[in-house]
């Protein structure tokens, strides 16, 4: 019993193929606004507080350079942006954007131009700590005065005094994170279009492969002519599987028709071939239990009874003879070629049937030598075959004409002609299947079939042209006479069978 097909199940969310195209092309995209926004934010702070670093740098040489003391800086008109700096009323909500401090040997802030340290000078010599650490160092440190983030250096001057310069950099931080916010930002919305554009994408992209699912679903349920579409936009390497696919799928519909068809064909043998040999061996049975019983008590009996069953057995003979030969034909047996004068099997084969049918005229068109490559005996048997299709179906005053020719490309057509009364189309049609034979004749209905499997080894073709009244003619085609050099020993591999068409074939055996 066939078990029952299930459909796959459509393979939705993460475990399918769009899905997981999805989740990659999102996670590459989402790590290189990671790495992009990561270069970005450190190049435009390293800048900025670079920018910074240079200002202070900048004065802290200035005033490291000059041979100032405190007392004289307080006494310069001309830094008088200390004075403005230093009026400015510093609190905790209101962090100055640059802190100038001055600090003694011990680290305590000092008064500037007069006036006391304010808190912002008091927090930032808090924060920088070791002021002499600053001087020695080149690069200001980062320091967090009343929790704002600042720049500091420091430089010293003459008289021992050291200057604590420090720039906030709270606004570079504020940048950076509202840079950091916006390239997020961006970023999630750039993620969400790729999943979109993707998942859309891919569906369209991926339509192929469904029909290429659902074709191969209806062919399993049973729908072997069904094929996978063509797509409107065909990417080059779905296009080539669909290809692919379809021509394996003809091949397996082609191979399973002819497993049917074979199978129907052995069923169908089998049963001849049955019913063929339980006639003789129903006759044979029954004398015997006449025997067995007395019933043949009369020698003309006996010897009559004796004489059915040899008939029979020999028929019986017969039939698995050449039920041998199709099967040896069948499993394309081996063949002893040579080079064969068709011309004279013909000869040879017409003088045998005018022994047997003296009043029958018979005619040879078969003068010369026709040579061919093939299998003397096998020839015999086909050309036996042919005149004793002839000699079972025609009156025995029916002409005969036999011939060879060779064309001009190098292939032999051996000819067997008669002019008897020819077959119907229907009984033509099945001329070669065998146990056929026409109008319930005599015979086994193997002859024809032999000579088709014979022909077949020998990689040629055999036809027949017949009609009611107008007599019938085989024709047997075989390929042009190898060279010597290039005869092989194992027979061709015969052509797909193929029945004869209506009007053009005769009775078997």
């Not at 305590?108 to 160092?137: C, H, M, N, S, W």
């Not at 969400?192 to 679903?217: G, K």
């Not at 029916?398 to 002609?417: E, K, N």
């Amino acid at each position: 019993m066939r078990p029952a097909f299930r459909r796959p199940r459509r393979a939705r969310g993460i475990h399918s193929l769009r899905g997981q195209l999805t989740l990659a092309n999102v996670v590459l995209l989402a790590l290189g606004i990671v790495a992009a926004t990561v270069v970005s934010v450190m190049g435009m702070r390293y800048y900025l507080l670079d920018q910074i670093d240079m200002e202070l740098t900048a004065n802290r040489d200035s005033l490291g350079g000059s041979e100032l003391t405190l007392r004289q800086i307080d006494s310069l008109s001309a830094l008088s942006f200390f004075r403005d700096r230093a009026d400015e009323d510093f609190d905790r909500d209101n962090d100055p954007d640059s802190v100038f401090a001055a600090v003694d040997t011990r680290g305590e802030p000092i008064g500037i131009l007069g006036f006391a340290p304010t808190e912002a000078q008091r927090a930032l010599a808090d924060a920088a700590g070791d002021a002499r650490a600053l001087v020695e160092d080149p690069e200001p440190h980062d320091v967090t005065v009343r929790g704002a983030p600042y720049r500091v250096t420091a430089t010293r001057l003459s008289d021992g005094t050291h200057i604590l310069i420090a720039t906030s950099t709270e606004a570079v931080h504020e940048g950076v994170t509202r840079a950091v916010k916006l390239d997020l930002a961006i970023g999630t919305l750039l993620l969400l279009l790729l999943a979109c554009l993707t998942m859309f994408s891919v569906r369209r992209r991926m339509r192929p492969l469904e029909d290429m699912v659902e074709t191969s679903s209806a062919i399993a349920e049973g729908d072997l002519t069904r094929r996978v579409p063509s797509s409107r936009d065909p990417i080059l390497e779905v296009e080539q599987l669909r290809v692919a696919l379809n021509s394996m799928l003809q091949q397996v519909e082609s191979a399973y028709r002819t497993r049917e068809r074979s199978a129907a064909q052995l069923r169908r043998f089998v049963a001849d071939a049955s019913h063929e040999l339980r006639t003789p061996l129903a006759a044979i049975r029954g004398y015997l239990q006449l025997h067995d019983r007395g019933m043949l008590r009369e020698p003309t009996e006996r010897k009559r009874a004796w004489d059915r069953m040899m008939a029979e057995s020999d028929r019986m003979g017969r039939l698995v003879d050449e039920l041998l030969v199709l099967a040896r034909l069948d499993q394309r047996p081996e063949l002893r070629l040579r080079n064969v004068d068709v011309c004279r099997l013909l000869r040879e084969a017409a003088e045998d049937l005018r022994v047997q049918q003296p009043e029958r005229p018979v005619t040879v068109d078969a003068d010369g030598s026709v040579l061919v490559h093939a299998d003397e005996a096998g020839l015999r048997q086909v050309i036996g075959n042919l005149l004793g299709n002839v000699r079972t179906h025609t009156p025995a005053d029916v002409a005969v004409r036999l011939g060879a020719v060779r064309t001009d490309d190098g292939v032999v057509r051996l000819s067997v002609a008669d002019d008897g009364p020819g077959l119907a189309a229907g009984d033509a049609a099945r001329v070669f299947d065998r146990f056929f034979r026409a109008g319930g004749g005599t015979g086994s209905g193997l002859g024809m079939a032999i000579v088709q499997g014979v022909v077949w080894a020998h990689g040629g073709e055999v036809s027949v042209r017949t009609r009611p009244g107008e007599g019938l003619a085989a024709t047997v085609t075989l390929p042009a006479r190898r060279r010597a050099d290039d005869e092989a020993v194992d027979g061709p591999t015969p052509p797909s069978p193929a029945r004869a068409p209506a009007g053009t074939a005769v009775d078997s055996g």
